[in-house]
């Protein structure tokens, strides 16, 4: 493996910033990835905000707008909303982050709890963004990266903090936020291409 596992997370990075994402080294070092193969993989939503507001409260506001249009449309977007995390994003992140990775011999998933050391990737706020024709805001994520021993994950060895990653593409076309979330996803591995 070339100069290895720790310049392609660097890398991950700081490719982000020519998208105008910001990346902030919170704490510690990537360098105990080098020579691992397996990685264990976690996603948080703890706490999330979507735009300035308490998830919760989100949720609520569009299932009433939603119902209140068309009954039960609101019920299903909820339902919808809480299913993609794991049947759009997460799978999504996961396959391009690996296809990185696979290029010097690492992998990522779920579950490996016998990998030495664990990826958190915890979404601290999403922003939906909206397009209205002659007013638009992209889609956003910010999120926590960490870098954890799996056997004692109250030990954080590295952490840094992605924001403005945008999920709108270059032609503005960023009318399903679930499909704008899996490009937030998209950028996030970016940061690992140059490992």
Same mark, same amino acid.
């Given at each position: 493996?070339?100069?290895?596992? %720790?310049?392609?997370?660097?890398?991950?990075?700081?490719?982000?910033?020519?998208?105008?994402?910001? %990346?902030?080294?919170?704490?510690?070092?990537?360098?105990?990835?080098?020579?691992?193969? $397996?990685? #264990?993989?976690?996603?948080?939503?703890?706490?999330?905000?979507?735009?300035?507001?308490?998830?919760?409260?989100?949720?609520?506001?569009?299932?009433?707008?939603? #119902?209140?249009?068309?009954?039960?449309?609101?019920? $299903?977007?909820?339902?919808?909303?809480? #299913?993609?995390?794991?049947?759009?994003?997460?799978?999504?992140?996961?396959?391009?982050?690996?296809?990185?990775?696979?290029?010097?011999?690492? %992998?990522?998933?779920?579950?490996?709890?016998?990998?030495?050391?664990?990826?958190?990737?915890? $979404?601290?706020?999403?922003?939906?963004?909206?397009?209205?024709?002659?007013?638009?805001?992209?889609?956003?994520?910010?999120?926590?990266?960490?870098?954890?021993?799996?056997?004692?994950?109250?030990?954080?060895?590295?952490?840094? $903090?992605?924001?403005?990653?945008?999920?709108?593409?270059?032609?503005?076309?960023?009318?399903?936020?679930?499909?704008?979330?899996?490009?937030?996803?998209?950028?996030?591995?970016?940061?690992?291409? #140059? %490992?």
């Amino acid at each position: 493996m070339k100069n290895s596992t %720790i310049l392609l997370l660097l890398t991950m990075f700081l490719a982000l910033a020519g998208y105008s994402q910001k %990346i902030k080294q919170i704490s510690g070092n990537l360098t105990p990835l080098k020579g691992q193969k $397996t990685i #264990n993989l976690e996603y948080s939503y703890d706490g999330v905000l979507v735009g300035d507001m308490k998830e919760s409260d989100y949720i609520n506001k569009k299932v009433s707008e939603y #119902n209140s249009k068309e009954p039960g449309k609101g019920d $299903t977007w909820k339902v919808a909303w809480a #299913n993609d995390r794991k049947t759009r994003y997460q799978p999504k992140f996961e396959e391009l982050f690996n296809k990185y990775l696979g290029e010097v011999g690492m %992998i990522a998933k779920p579950g490996a709890t016998d990998a030495q050391y664990t990826i958190l990737v915890k $979404t601290l706020m999403i922003e939906p963004g909206f397009n209205v024709g002659v007013v638009r805001r992209p889609a956003m994520i910010e999120a926590d990266i960490m870098l954890m021993e799996t056997a004692n994950p109250g030990k954080v060895l590295s952490q840094s $903090t992605v924001t403005r990653v945008p999920g709108s593409d270059v032609m503005g076309f960023d009318f399903d936020s679930a499909g704008e979330s899996q490009k937030h996803m998209q950028n996030l591995v970016k940061l690992m291409q #140059n %490992i």
